[in-house]
């Protein structure tokens, strides 16, 4: 099955600074790859998402990038506030096999 | 409309004792998925139930655990004899079949005591 290896565990940045998150995945049938966040004592939510057609995908400050040779995609998140701080999650999964595997997460804390 | 539900909310058992975990899906998602999450730590993936195809089970770590859905929405996950390592956050999901994105229920805090 699909093993998805991220990095790196912890990440800590000063507000205002940009935060990069990374992942790899091993199926290169893998055409989904979702990012998730996780506040504390909350259910991971959405916050961005990328398939296998496109290179990059850009939503305000956060943005995603993959590389289907190398099999990684990331995360990038520009002008950090306080309030991204949190556990975040990459994943990957098949559209037509929607067995979706995640990372062991990244702790972000954005210093004030 | 109403988002992924689970419950309990809280459940606390003695060491031993079964437990049945409940999830209602999103209506009209065919994609169900179970995680654990220990205090802390990543989102272990446990089970996937994908409309009436049979469910991938290779994560499930014990024959205690067993998990169905019937009619194709809600689902139970069931642990028989529970012991205090399965102490954890269990987390629901569902998806569209043809759209990806999962929704998370708020979890159900299992603690074997």
């Known amino acids: 099955g699909e093993n998805v290896e991220q990095h790196p565990s912890t990440l800590s940045v000063q507000e205002g600074d940009s935060a990069v998150i990374k992942c790899t995945y091993s199926?290169?049938?893998?055409?989904?790859f979702p990012w998730y966040k996780q506040e504390l004592g909350k259910r991971p939510q959405l916050i961005i998402d990328?398939?296998?057609?496109?290179g990059e995908k850009k939503d305000q400050r956060i943005a995603v990038t993959l590389n289907k040779t190398a099999k990684h995609f990331s995360l990038h998140i520009t002008e950090t506030q306080p309030e991204d701080s949190a556990v975040y999650f990459c994943?990957?999964?098949?559209?037509?096999?929607?067995?979706?595997?995640f990372g062991a997460g990244t702790r972000l804390t954005v210093k004030p | 409309g109403a988002g992924v539900s689970q419950s309990p909310s809280n459940k606390v058992t003695e060491k031993g004792k079964d437990v049945e975990l409940r999830c209602d899906p999103i209506?009209?998602?065919?994609?169900l998925y179970w995680y654990r999450q220990s205090l802390g730590q990543g989102l272990e993936f446990l089970i996937y139930?994908?409309?009436?195809?049979?469910?991938?089970k290779s994560g499930l770590p014990s024959d205690r655990f067993s998990a169905e859905r019937t009619g194709g929405s809600v689902s139970t996950l069931t642990i028989q004899r529970t012991q205090q390592e399965d102490s954890a956050v269990y987390l629901c999901?569902?998806?569209?079949?043809?759209?990806?994105?999962?929704?998370f229920g708020q979890g159900t805090r299992l603690t074997v005591v």
């Open positions: 999901a569902s998806s569209l079949a043809e759209g990806v994105e999962a929704f």
């Open positions: 199926d290169s049938a893998s055409n989904y």
């Open positions: 990328i398939r296998s057609n496109v």
């Open positions: 994943a990957a999964s098949t559209i037509n096999n929607n067995d979706m595997r």
């Open positions: 209506s009209g998602h065919t994609a």
């Open positions: 139930f994908q409309g009436n195809s049979a469910p991938d």
